[in-house]
């Protein structure tokens, strides 16, 4: 069964900065692309960005991109959003996001982790 | 980058009616379209992939067509458990991008 677990998720004011990690079990890891998918709150979905199977692709939304980075270390199943300069517009539940294969949609969704920017 | 509009945003129906929302993208997707549900305060569930039938473990009542820019989600007599949150998303290239949502309420 395919698990995706979120931590990470911070009250930060805005400027500031947080890593957001996912832990990933139930698949071979290595042979899929990831994403990050984040829903502010009552609002609706908003894609983030994506990574390739291997790293050496990255992928991100045009709100977050210069801001945010995607990373993942395959060794420990790991996923990786390091969010620096943050805004209050970047509050929300941000999803790991299992892709179907190497850069197509959502196949599987963790449970969130919860990020709040304010002052 | 890619813009999905759907409509309607919200729409209210009875058991057994026949539900359809539409998505059209901004330039053409080809037939990279998928369709999510979200039920409140769960995650998004994969619904349709590609047009394609359901997804494992989702009912058959639900159905999805198009090509391009413009695409529809049928689900074919709605039972209860449907009321929730339909969103299209395309993968068709960077940025990937979802449609604003439509909820749909089963009175």
């Known amino acids: 069964e395919v698990q995706l677990v979120e931590s990470g998720g911070a009250l930060v004011h805005p400027g500031g900065s947080v890593r957001l990690s996912c832990a990933a079990s139930g698949f071979t890891f290595d042979d899929y692309a990831m994403q990050w998918v984040r829903q502010g709150p009552g609002k609706g979905l908003e894609w983030v960005s994506l990574?390739?199977?291997?790293?050496?692709?990255?992928h991100y939304g045009e709100s977050v991109r210069g801001r945010f980075t995607i990373s993942r270390d395959n060794s420990k199943n790991s996923l990786y959003l390091e969010m620096n300069s943050l805004r209050t517009e970047d509050t929300g539940l941000y999803f790991c996001v299992k892709d179907n294969s190497g850069g197509s949609y959502p196949d599987h969704w963790g449970q969130g982790t919860l990020v709040t920017v304010s002052s | 980058e890619i813009v999905l509009t759907q409509s309607p945003e919200f729409q209210s129906v009875t058991p057994k009616e026949k539900v359809t929302i539409t998505c059209r993208a901004s330039?053409?997707?080809?037939?990279?379209l998928h369709w999510y549900q979200q039920k409140p305060n769960q995650s998004p569930e994969l619904v349709i992939k590609y047009g394609s039938p359901p997804s494992s473990g989702v009912p058959s009542r639900f159905r999805a067509s198009g090509f391009g820019t413009d695409f529809t989600l049928t689900i074919n007599s709605v039972e209860p458990e449907d009321a929730a949150t339909y969103y299209c998303h395309h993968s068709a290239s960077f940025p990937h991008a979802f449609g604003q949502g439509t909820k749909l309420e089963i009175e």
């Open positions: 330039e053409s997707v080809y037939s990279s």
């Open positions: 990574i390739t199977w291997d790293g050496r692709e990255t």
